[in-house]
């Protein structure tokens, strides 16, 4: 092997590059690093992942990570998972409750800062005050809070945020835990949220009408039907809305609209119980709407709710650019008779897995058909593919000048390989018709 000079082994192997990566200005590498951050949840205190990972690249990335405020202004606090350098998930917990947590405040410095208080179990509890205490002291710039744990831990956040004036800055807060509440008084900062999560739905919440600045409300289960006009009422400048599942009694008599949410363009609605109805379509109208998703789990029988379903869109189809539906049997004659109300409907998902009747003749002008294909497994999903090829193969669509629809079949990403290799993948036109991954979408369910 012929000897190569240092210099010349060094530029081969990039350390040239790094040398130029480290001269960059500290404002660049600041942009850089902020987009090294989560996008779909806060960040993990952990050394595999920004912003812990990054102060361990060189010097000059530490100096600048931990002199960046923004870096450390969310954060994730769950159980670690078991490693081989620990006797228990207790301890990491507890270590980082002690002194983890107070020194990544600290560094937080004086940015609005958001957190996630994730699954806590077993010893934890006894010393919940060491964390909920470091929180505590800086609830002044509580921007968004989300708490999914059923630990003692919500108990003292809840008692942080029902404290007049202690959360000036609070616009987020996402109750996604099963515990029940100790205190179901109004929420003092309800009147500068512009985000709202609440599973265990309490219509006490609501009772003093103050979400004048809400933008987005999802919820579970209200215990009665009466409520949902009370809470829609409250909420002049609501533009996204969740109902997930709504009570099992639906109201006595003749339902009429009894409210307007002008500014609502987004509605989704699922109900995964043998008792789902879609009555509550009948409180409200949407004038504004442009996406909607209604999803129904009940077994057996075909699509019995879609006169709610028709006569919703038919007063508020309007200005509908999409629209979800998922779950329940759906024949290709009802997803005609609902969107004939959709002048402009651009975007139609359907899941596939009670879908009956050929969809390449459903509507010629929408510009994209998704189909979800996500409960069937690897079997499933190519009896799937295979039928719709089927119905490509014979209808017109597959002509290049016939239509501008696309259509999409989503697939889980761990079957995504296997469906393209299938033997008719292969020899399928390309025009119109493609296989893409399961990917989050404006649909997808906050509250469940």
Not at 279 to 291: G, K
Not at 294 to 302: A, D, N, P, Q, Y
Not at 401 to 407: E, G, N, R
Request: proline residues 6%.
């Amino acid at each position: 092997m012929p000897f190569t000079p240092l210099r010349i082994r060094w530029r081969k192997f990039g350390i040239f590059k790094r040398n130029n990566i480290q001269k960059l200005p500290v404002e660049l590498l600041v942009e850089i690093f902020l987009c090294c951050l989560p996008t779909d949840r806060f960040p993990d205190p952990s050394r595999r992942e920004a912003p812990i990972l990054l102060g361990w690249v060189c010097r000059v990335w530490r100096s600048v990570s931990l002199n960046t405020p923004q870096l450390w202004a969310q954060i994730t606090i769950r159980q670690r998972k078991r490693s081989y350098f620990t006797s228990t998930l207790a301890y990491i917990t507890e270590k980082f409750d002690l002194r983890g947590i107070l020194e990544w405040l600290r560094r937080s410095g004086n940015s609005p800062l958001s957190f996630e208080i994730d699954a806590h179990t077993g010893p934890h509890d006894g010393d919940v005050n060491l964390l909920t205490h470091a929180l505590r002291s800086q609830a002044h710039r509580w921007k968004e809070v989300i708490l999914r744990s059923n630990c003692k831990c919500i108990d003292h956040i809840s008692e942080i945020l029902w404290t007049p004036g202690l959360t000036p800055m609070l616009t987020d807060i996402r109750f996604l835990t099963n515990r029940p509440f100790k205190n179901y008084m109004p929420i003092p900062c309800a009147s500068q949220l512009r985000s709202f999560y609440l599973r265990l739905t309490e219509n006490l919440f609501f009772s003093d009408g103050r979400f004048h600045t809400l933008r987005e409300l999802r919820i579970g289960r209200c215990r009665s039907c009466q409520l949902y006009p009370s809470i829609f009422a409250q909420f002049p400048l609501l533009e996204i809305l969740e109902i997930t599942s709504s009570p099992w009694s639906p109201p006595h008599g003749t339902v009429t609209v009894v409210h307007t949410l002008q500014h609502l363009h987004t509605f989704i609605f699922v109900d995964p119980s043998e008792y789902a109805r879609l009555w509550l379509l009948d409180f409200f109208d949407t004038p504004a709407l442009h996406s909607l998703a209604v999803s129904i789990w009940k077994v057996g029988g075909r699509f019995r709710e879609r006169t709610h379903l028709s006569n919703f869109l038919m007063r508020c189809g309007g200005q509908l650019k999409r629209l979800q539906l998922e779950g329940y049997p759906v024949y290709r004659d009802d997803i005609n008779g609902c969107i004939r109300h959709t002048p402009i409907l651009e975007s139609l998902c359907i899941d596939s897995m009670m879908l009956t009747g050929d969809l390449t003749t459903l509507c010629p002008t929408l510009v994209q058909v998704d189909i979800l294909v996500t409960r069937l497994g690897l079997e499933g999903t190519l009896i799937i593919v295979d039928d719709f090829l089927s119905q490509w193969k014979n209808s017109s669509l597959k002509k290049p000048t016939s239509t501008t629809t696309i259509y999409i079949i989503r697939v889980p990403f761990y079957e995504l390989s296997e469906v393209l290799n299938h033997q008719k993948m292969k020899k399928s036109p390309q025009h119109g018709f493609r296989i893409a991954l399961e990917e989050e979408s404006w649909w997808d369910k906050r509250v469940y």
